[in-house]
């Protein structure tokens, strides 16, 4: 039988795994922050947006109306709590707090945002999961701030000693207190720039007409639909339906929901394109196809009808 190869101790081994995990989920917080339309809830790919979505896609749905009815605190919480986990993972500050986190966190986007990717494996959120629950159950180790919090023991005996734990514990709060101040900073970014300025893609370079419902469907006036890009045709919050004009001098009805995950995509009027914020994916507004994945099959088509000057779409 040959010899074990030499072991590197557990502390070690899960260092690369906390980094890429803190780092990716305390990423994740800022883009939130930093992204005017996350929380505007007319921008397409907004909290509020993705949520409306994910109540007719997700098999939690039925649990979604609170996070839809008070998106902006719902928004918030998410944002806050990838920064915690975040923090808290890169630092080894309760480890399993932030690990539990972790899990609860890539749980709700896997059920959510990668519940329809299919084959599952191209969703990276069930993968997050799993990674977290690996930390959580190693618990802390020798190089992080738990470790290093406990290595202080109160001797009353020795001052010393208690002002070491003391001094100890006030770093922690620091470091804690920094973080918050640091996403509150962020947060309050956001909502100054979130009142004056939408994201590129919900600020089409045409003006997008607005919706008519009718018994029918939906309807537009045949001159509001741009040379180029489409015209969004439903009021946020519902399922998006987009209008195009056809290289042949016709039109194109199709459905907004992204066929990879169940985003709902919105216009990129400078590229002329509908545009997937969930994970990039691309199509053609004058044909539905896809033009860069992950998504593999072309938004829904509806019939189209034009009479007097007013193009009449037919979702059923
Ligand atoms: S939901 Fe993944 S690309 Fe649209």
């Known amino acids: 039988m040959s010899a074990p190869g ?7 081994c899960l260092l690369p ?25 007319s921008a397409p790919g907004s909290f509020a947006a993705q949520t409306a979505s994910f109540r007719h896609t997700s098999p939690i749905g039925f649990a979604l109306g609170p996070a839809h009815d008070h998106a902006l605190a719902f928004g918030l919480l998410i944002a806050f709590g990838e920064l915690a986990v975040g923090l808290g993972t890169v630092l080894g500050l309760w480890t399993r707090l932030a690990a539990a986190g972790g899990v609860l966190l890539a749980l709700t986007f896997f059920l959510t945002v990668s519940w329809n990717t299919d084959p599952y494996y191209y969703g990276s959120d069930l993968g997050f999961a799993f990674a977290f629950l690996t930390l959580g159950l190693a618990g802390p180790t020798r190089w992080s701030m738990d470790a290093w919090l406990a290595a202080g023991t109160v001797d009353t005996s020795e001052p010393e000693d208690s002002r070491r734990v003391v001094l100890k514990r006030a770093a922690a709060t620091g470091i804690t207190s920094g973080a918050a101040l640091l996403g509150a900073a962020g947060a309050g970014r956001l909502g100054r720039s979130g009142r004056s300025k939408q994201s590129p893609m919900a600020q089409p370079r045409t003006a997008v007409p607005s919706a008519t419902p009718s018994e029918s469907g939906l309807q537009v006036a045949l001159a509001a639909i741009p040379a180029t890009g489409a015209a969004r045709l439903t009021a946020s919050g519902g399922d998006p339906v987009f209008v195009a004009r056809t290289a042949d001098g016709g039109y194109k009805a199709c459905g907004g929901i992204c066929t990879h995950a169940g985003c709902p995509v919105g216009v990129d009027q400078a590229r002329g394109l509908l545009v997937c914020p969930c994970h990039g994916s691309t199509f053609d507004p004058k044909s539905g196809a896809v033009i860069n994945g992950p998504a593999k099959d072309p938004l829904p088509s509806f019939p189209v009808t034009v009479a007097d000057g007013v193009l009449r779409v037919r979702k059923n």
Do not use: S
Request: proline share 9%; net charge neutral.
């Open 6 to 12: 030499r072991q590197l101790e557990p502390a070690v």
């Open 17 to 41: 795994l906390r980094g890429f995990l803190g780092a990716t989920y305390i990423y994740a917080a800022l883009q939130k922050f930093h992204d005017p339309a996350f929380l505007d809830p």
